[in-house]
């Protein structure tokens, strides 16, 4: 935006005639009104930039716990797999147990008789 100029530059004693103050009246409201603009605008951007801070932030957060809970997931997932190796690794090795132990059984009764 390029600055406005103002082209009628005149004080409140400026000019001898009635005529003249209504014109320093309404460059005076002019300016006025120009200025509460840019103060509008500027709170309107602090407004607009905490807003977007604000957004990020509650992204971020979200994501930190959305992670959390994820790794949490995935370690009780693995937790749980890992359990299942190790049942059916103990659930083979005590079925060879079993069977070598009936067969020394057997060994031991054929023996006894």
């Known amino acids: 935006m390029y ?3 103002v ?3 005149m004080g ?3 000019g001898a005639g009635s005529g003249e103050f209504h014109v320093y009246r309404h460059l005076r409201r002019k300016e006025y009104a120009r ?12 407004l607009e930039e905490a807003y977007r801070q604000k957004i990020l932030e509650n992204k971020q957060m979200a994501e930190e716990r959305t992670a959390k809970k994820r790794a ?7 937790t ?3 359990k299942c190796k190790m049942s059916k690794k103990n659930n083979t090795a005590n079925s060879v147990n079993e ?4 067969s020394d059984d057997d ?7």
């Open 35 to 46: 200025q509460k603009h840019i103060q509008v605008k500027a709170e309107k951007e602090l």
């Open 99 to 102: 069977s070598d132990s009936t």
């Open 80 to 82: 749980l797999k890992e």
């Open 107 to 113: 060994d031991q009764n054929t023996t006894e008789s």
């Open 72 to 78: 949490k997931r995935l370690k009780r997932k693995m």
């Open 12 to 14: 409140s004693s400026a």
């Open 7 to 9: 082209r009628n530059v």
């Open 3 to 5: 600055p406005e100029f």
